[in-house]
């Protein structure tokens, strides 16, 4: 994901895990982006993004539109997802 990490996009993520084990795992670099800490499906971000289940990661463009809901986590197929969307930004 570093060879991205200059352009016009972010990826997020909504989690429940405690808070407390979220921090492991961003610690632990298993979870490289940005995630909020949702309790449950009724927490504020997922009844908003209609999370359906957990985690979530989204892929948002530079106007902060959600573009990808859900993309594989394969690292090469979530390349291959933000490659389309910096295709489509700069078009």
């Known amino acids: 994901m570093q060879q991205f990490k200059s352009e016009p996009f972010v990826i997020l993520g909504v989690n ?4 407390d084990r979220l921090k492991k795992l961003i610690e632990e670099n298993t ?6 800490a949702d309790r449950d499906k009724d927490g504020p971000i997922a009844t908003q993004w209609q999370v359906h289940s ?5 892929i ?3 106007k902060g539109v959600i573009r990808f809901a859900n ?8 390349s291959k ?3 389309q969307l ?5 078009h």
């Open 60 to 62: 948002l463009d530079d």
């Open 54 to 58: 957990w985690p979530s990661i989204y």
């Open 71 to 78: 993309p594989p986590r394969d690292p090469e197929e979530l």
């Open 86 to 90: 910096l295709g489509e930004i700069k």
């Open 81 to 83: 997802r933000i490659s």
């Open 31 to 36: 979870v490289q982006w940005p995630c909020f």
């Open 16 to 19: 429940s895990d405690p808070p």
